[in-house]
């Protein structure tokens, strides 16, 4: 028998990837801010948007014409005219060194906007899903980072404002969108969330362009999120900020004036002056691959393990440099803990060669953004084993729980009562599902569909969790938390009136039990025309009440009374009776004459 030799080719193939961007420790920039305004009549301007003093940003402003500088630039131009911003600003890297996590507090920053819908249902359960994920608040900033950053697609062409709600069910925008759903998650779970109006600097474009991100409260403390860019719990030097807002489509400028202005769209450039070298944090990477002999045209798993030698939590971005091919993102972000460990995954994508059929080599790169890199090499032929697809992404699915579903759920109330049926409505979203089930009482089954949307009805409970199922196994889960509490009841127990004569006070003891602290309203009506009524308070158990009248108010003789409540109820009005028979002794006819004078002033 033949023995079968492989030659491996002396080739090193590799494909340098998108390079790890580079914190500088600190940058020096030019900002100039500006704009025409046709008047006909004294005009004054209000700017909003200008660099800011911060901690980590220093900035010296001269303007043109001379105006009042503040928490506004405060312009006044007769008949109109221009006017120039001019900033020197100097920007250190601001990255909060959080070692322990303190209670959460609230520094405003917390209601729904126009934009900021962050109590719309879906946006809610979107939120609760990704809390149950996270130990601590920043684990859980971090998931909703991770959300928004992974799910929307960046297009230019959807640029205006949108309601969060749209940006999470369209999944698509610019940063604005992007800020602008990861701030309503934030608040929908009660974090204190800003909207940050500034420049950034696009190395694509090796430009500085209008951005927008996040600032959350830590700590006591302003914490940025800018998830466009994948910079959560810390931002590089190269970020200016201009602006604070509660919402995302807030002016930059207010113009105050009388007759007719045209003003042209506010111009801003800006330019760097100097840098400081590169900032240094120690982390430590070990790149691994799932197997490192592999046919061609395989999928590779890479794991990459990250230690965090630091004394504070940090969010690292960990690139993918150099490798024969890669299939997704070449970029990850991985939560870190003080002085902690953890893994993050990449797919080696491994190319059909024909000049690599007996063998190759390529050298697998990794690196974070302080220069801490790993490498290793991967081989592959014909003659090794493949490695599919869908086997590297279940292999990474089993080692790090991801989910290929975006499942959102919600009922069509926040509060019901025992018994009710509930509506709830799940939407599942994905670029291509295959064969799949979503489930609760029953389950409906789908294939190859990237949008669904499933109603059911069920027997209100607090807790409900829809689910998606593929051969049987759960994928994902959408709980729903509600409160569910006994329908309210007032229930009459007892009516007591000892017998009187006709003319004489009377007393009616009502005695009533109720499961709920309320109010209400008592009332005495006879042929549905009210005699007496009486306010109170309810309170959950026995009550008792008696209600003092007369007896002038009836007839002598028996009495066909009803006694009934009208309570309240989370804005609902309820009622209860119950018929009763008064006993009014009857007097003479002298009496009867004397008493009816009485009765003309009751």
Not at 3 to 16: N, Q, R, S
Not at 73 to 97: K, M, W, Y
């Amino acid at each position: 028998m033949k023995k079968l030799v492989i030659i491996f080719l002396l080739i090193l193939l590799t494909l340098t990837l998108v390079q790890a961007q580079e914190i500088k420790e600190y940058s020096k920039i030019n900002v100039e801010i500006s704009n025409t305004v046709e008047a006909t009549d004294k005009l004054d301007v209000n700017l909003l948007i200008f660099p800011r003093q911060t901690d980590n940003q220093f900035a010296t402003i001269h303007t043109i014409p001379t105006a009042r500088v503040n928490d506004k630039i405060s312009f006044s131009l007769d008949g109109g005219g221009s006017f120039l911003v001019l900033a020197d600003v100097e920007i250190e890297p601001n990255i909060p060194r959080i070692t322990y996590l303190e209670p959460l507090t609230n520094n405003g920053y917390t209601q729904e906007t126009e934009h900021i819908d962050s109590e719309n249902k879906y946006i809610k359960n979107k939120a609760q899903q990704l809390q149950d994920k996270a130990e601590n608040n920043l684990e859980l900033l971090y998931y909703l980072a991770e959300y928004v950053k992974n799910n929307l697609r960046y297009r230019l062409e959807y640029s205006q404002p949108q309601k969060a709600s749209w940006i999470l069910e369209h999944k698509i925008g610019v940063c604005s969108h992007y800020t602008t759903l990861f701030i309503a998650l934030a608040r929908s779970l009660g974090f204190s969330a800003r909207y940050v109006s500034g420049l950034a600097y696009s190395n694509e474009h090796n430009s500085f362009e209008e951005h927008a991100w996040a600032e959350v409260w830590i700590n006591n403390k302003w914490i940025p999120y800018d998830t466009t860019f994948g910079q959560y719990g810390w931002l590089d030097s190269r970020h200016v900020i201009l602006k604070y807002s509660k919402d995302s489509a807030e002016s930059s400028a207010e113009y105050s004036y009388t007759g007719f202005i045209d003003a042209e769209k506010i111009e801003i450039r800006a330019e760097i002056l100097d840098e400081g070298s590169n900032k240094y944090l120690p982390f430590e990477l070990k790149a691994k691959l799932h197997e490192n002999q592999v046919k061609q045209g395989s999928y590779v798993p890479l794991e990459v393990e990250i230690e965090n030698k630091n004394d504070f939590y940090f969010n690292l971005p960990v690139y993918l440099t150099t490798a024969p091919g890669v299939y997704g993102d070449n970029t990850k972000i991985a939560f870190l803990e003080p002085n902690s460990k953890t893994k993050v995954f990449f797919i080696i994508e491994v190319p059909e060669l024909d000049r690599c059929r007996n063998g190759c080599s390529g050298a697998v790169k990794v690196k974070d953004i302080f220069d801490n890199a790993d490498e290793t090499t991967i081989s592959f032929s014909n003659y090794y084993s493949e490695i599919t697809l869908e086997q590297a992404q279940d292999l990474i699915e089993s080692q790090n729980g991801q989910t290929k579903f975006d499942f959102i759920c919600s009922s069509d109330r926040e509060f019901y009562y025992s018994g009710e049926n509930m509506q709830i409505s799940c939407i599942v979203f994905s670029d291509q599902l295959e064969d799949f089930e979503v489930c609760l009482d029953t389950c409906y089954e789908f294939s190859n569909k990237d949008f669904v949307n499933v109603e059911f009805t069920t027997e209100a409970e607090a807790v409900l969790c829809p689910k998606i199922k593929q051969d049987g196994e759960v994928k994902a889960t959408a709980c729903i938390n509600s409160d569910v509490v006994d329908r309210p009841e007032v229930r009459i127990e007892s009516i007591v009136s000892e017998p009187v004569e006709y003319g004489e006070d009377l007393n009616i003891k009502i005695r009533f039990s109720s499961n709920v602290d309320t109010y209400g309203d008592i009332y005495i009506s006879e042929d549905q025309k009210s005699i007496a009524s009486y306010d109170t308070d309810i309170a959950r158990g026995i009550n008792e009440v008696i209600i003092e009248t007369t007896s002038l108010r009836y007839k002598p003789g028996l009495n066909e009374l009803e006694v009934g409540i009208f309570f309240f109820y989370d804005e609902e009005t309820l009622s209860t009776s119950q018929e009763f028979i008064l006993n009014i002794q009857d007097v003479n006819f002298f009496q009867k004459f004397l008493l009816f004078f009485r009765k003309l002033f009751i």
